[in-house]
């Protein structure tokens, strides 16, 4: 490699960088569209504690009253926190609000009014075989649905469609399973009419057409109508969810309220600062330490804050809280000592008599290692985090499991790289990278 | 170098033996939100935020209630303060009581039907439970744990990753101990400073013992007892020490806004760890690899024997 080429790959690197940082950094409209492009940054889904949400308060009716309120509110709150939490809310909190109420705190993300909204218009879900608002035993109601969830499926050759998958129960202790009732209505239908009918307590709300044959399958995929989008997937999900419950919930008038920040109002702002300095920081005693190889530290320490902001933006269950911030100065501190081991390493080759390009060679081989040793570590314990911990290590672990696997990455190969084209730009003055051969020691 | 072992240990073990003492008896010092409260939220309408927080205070004050937080908040129909209190009183209409004061001393009407101006008490929030969160952090501990024992047993020995293991498990206990008995009040992020200690103990730990394997395997160091090795050690890895104490205790202070109790025990974690990677570690890399040298020796005489 001649010292043109190298330089040519350092200019091309950095245009790359500049560009990552402005597609990371600003928002543009994107040219002969009607879309904007809204920057990696700016597309992170921010969590309650960072930026706030909404509060609402939903008061609970026993439609049994032969049930416990006090058991009935326990479930309904681990039950909705579940369902929050599978919709992309992790950080939500639901509490108890004296003997009839539960308070939900939601952050502001993937718009929660209609959230809030939907959780109290939820009734008792109904699936008939006619349109009728008369109860029948045949019905298939909320204890026969074990599972829904939003989901893409194909509907045709050539399309997509969002829509709502609804699992029913195998088993029941009762009568008839979930499956069993499902099986009979559809043999029903297909006999006459071809069609059911989907009721949330009197309001019909999706007709599902086209039955010509009992379905054995225990499984309904509903889309079209009012279904056209994954949103809207979502909210029916929920709405089915909710109708699930024993227990009627109904928002108390006037109580959602914006909730600001829990954290100093200016966070995002200082904690942003803060992880700038540590990055200056770092890179400054690369710098002085090791000279030209502190800056190559900086190119590396960009290409993984850019890389870092791209996946958080583009995983969709990140959600970025305290601890996910935590977990990014963490990421940065483990990139930072990647490289300070590995340019430890080739100093120490240095001091021992080779060569620049043996040094870096041999100092790279025994950093290897180490480095991988400190990263998958931090990714066992992250990745056991994120999948079994609370909403506070979910982004912690999460967030941390990204940025170790990125700064692996990043060290790894993107350094080695970085080292590999310099040679040709420098290999015979050891000052410009900090080297110095030790005591009583001569080039091999 | 045995008696000094115990020496170093008779600390986190008087730590430990105090915490359990002390969780047992009085147990943690929860934040408000494990505790419960109330909620007061007052529409301000055109009183200055000042103004109006010294009204509720004046009020509260009478029936000796302290405002624990309060936060600024925004509806439809403009701010909103809302208070968290918490009362020892029983009194049945206390909450009623304190509305009612509170329209008089905001001069609002309580029958009219302006949402500009309203005034809302609730009723008892009851506190977030913290069984499920901390239980679930501690499974994942101890399932993380496991995964890096297996890591650690298959890259380099049992001894190294059963040693890991352990210094992390005595930095979570030490970090909880401390927060304990300096009674620091835990809120559900506590979860975040054993997630954090635990992340933080395994990379100190691991980059301690990546030093004793590579000086141990040090043809220079050959000669050299474990105590020479160890110092070395600890001698050449000072100064990252240093950074990455200053780094990480940097990122939980620019935290400390946020939840100072938190951030606290983030930094006696860190302090653990640092503590038991300095003088805890190095004893128990010590006793492993003495007893791998132990064996070769053992072998060695053997065949010799023979």
């Not at chain 1, 502190?294 to 933006?313: D, H, R």
């Not at chain 2, 309060?70 to 403009?78: A, F, L, N, T, V």
């Not at chain 2, 070395?232 to 950074?243: A, C, D, G, P």
């Amino acid at each position: 490699m001649t010292k043109k080429l190298s330089i040519l790959k350092y200019v091309f690197v950095s245009i790359a960088v500049v560009i990552g940082i402005c597609l990371s950094v600003f928002s543009f409209p994107i040219p002969f569209t009607t879309s904007n492009f809204n920057g990696f940054i700016n597309s992170i889904p921010l969590g309650l504690d960072v930026a706030g949400g909404y509060s609402a308060v939903y008061n609970i009716e026993l439609e049994d009253s032969s049930n416990s309120l006090a058991e009935e509110i326990d479930y309904s709150i681990s039950f909705i926190k579940d369902v929050l939490n599978s919709q992309g809310y992790s950080d939500a909190v639901v509490t108890k609000q004296g003997d009839s109420q539960i308070r939900l705190l939601v952050s502001n993300n993937n718009d929660p009014k209609t959230l809030i909204s939907t959780l109290g218009s939820a009734g008792d879900i109904y699936i008939k075989s006619s349109e009728t608002t008369n109860t029948s035993t045949s019905d298939i109601v909320g204890e026969d649905i074990a599972r829904v969830y939003s989901t893409r499926l194909q509907t045709s050759e050539t399309e997509f469609s969002w829509g709502v998958m609804i699992e029913f129960t195998d088993s029941s202790t009762t009568g008839k399973s979930g499956a069993e009732k499902y099986e009979d209505l559809t043999s029903t239908v297909a006999s006459s009419g071809n069609t059911i009918y989907i009721y949330m307590d009197d309001e019909l709300y999706q007709s599902v057409g086209g039955i010509t044959s009992a379905q054995t399958s225990g499984t309904l995929f509903l889309s079209g109508g009012g279904i056209s989008s994954q949103q809207t997937a979502n909210q029916f999900a929920l709405r089915v969810l909710v109708g699930t419950l024993e227990t009627k919930l109904s928002q108390d008038p006037n109580s959602v309220i914006e909730i600001p920040s829990t954290i100093t109002p200016n966070f995002l702002m200082f904690a942003c600062v803060a992880i700038a300095i540590l990055c200056v920081l770092f890179v400054v005693l690369l710098v002085i330490k090791f000279r030209d190889f502190g800056w190559i530290s900086l190119l590396s320490l960009l290409i993984y804050a850019i890389l870092v902001v791209f996946f958080m933006q583009a995983v969709p269950i990140v959600l970025l809280t305290l601890g996910g911030f935590i977990a990014i100065a963490v990421g940065i501190a483990l990139l930072f000592f990647s490289h300070t081991i590995l340019f430890k390493n080739i100093a120490n080759e240095y001091a021992n008599g080779k060569k620049i390009h043996l040094s870096i060679k041999s100092g790279y081989k025994k950093s290897v290692l180490t480095i991988v040793d400190i990263n998958v570590v931090a990714i066992i314990a992250s990745f056991v985090m994120w999948f079994l911990g609370d909403s506070f290590t979910i982004s912690f672990g999460l967030i941390l499991s990204i940025s170790s696997l990125i700064g692996l990455f990043t060290t790894l190969l993107v350094t080695k790289a970085f080292m590999k084209w310099y040679l040709p730009i420098n290999s015979s003055n050891a000052k410009k990278l900090g080297l110095k051969r030790g005591e009583n020691v001569n080039e091999i | 170098m045995k008696s000094k072992y115990w020496l170093k240990l008779i600390a986190p073990v008087l730590i430990l033996v105090l915490a359990i003492v002390l969780f047992f008896t009085v147990g943690f010092n929860k934040s408000l939100e494990l505790r419960g409260y109330y909620l007061l939220e007052v529409n301000i309408g055109d009183y200055e935020l000042s103004e109006a927080l010294d009204k509720i205070e004046n009020v509260l004050n009478d029936k000796e209630i302290t405002i624990e937080e309060y936060i600024p908040e925004e509806d439809d129909y403009g701010m909103v303060i809302a208070i968290k209190y918490t009362t020892t009183d029983s009194n049945e209409h206390l909450q009623e009581n304190i509305k009612d004061e509170l329209f008089t001393e905001f001069a609002y009407n309580s029958s009219s039907l302006l949402e500009q101006t309203y005034i809302k008490v609730s009723d008892f929030i009851q506190p977030q439970s913290m069984t499920a969160p901390i239980s679930s952090i501690l499974l994942a501990v101890l399932i993380g744990l496991v995964g890096i024992f297996v890591y650690i047993a298959l890259r380099h020995s049992t001894a190294n990753a059963f040693s890991i293991v352990l210094s992390a498990i005595l930095d979570v206990l030490l970090m909880i101990s401390l927060t304990i008995i300096l009674r620091l009040p835990i809120s559900s992020s506590f979860a975040l400073a054993i997630a954090g200690t635990m992340v933080f103990s395994v990379i100190l730990n691991t980059l301690q013992y990546s030093k004793f394997i590579e000086n141990s395997n040090d043809e220079k160091m050959l000669k050299l007892n474990n105590d020479e090795i160890i110092k070395i050690s600890q001698q050449m890895f000072s100064k990252e020490l240093i950074v990455l104490i200053m780094s990480y205790l940097f990122a939980v202070c620019v935290f400390a806004f946020y939840n100072l109790s938190t951030s606290l025990s983030l930094v006696f974690g860190i302090l653990s760890s640092v503590y038991v990677s300095q003088l805890v570690t190095p004893h128990l890399w010590a006793m492993a690899y003495r007893r791998r040298v132990r064996t070769k020796k053992e072998n060695k005489t053997a065949v010799n024997n023979d």
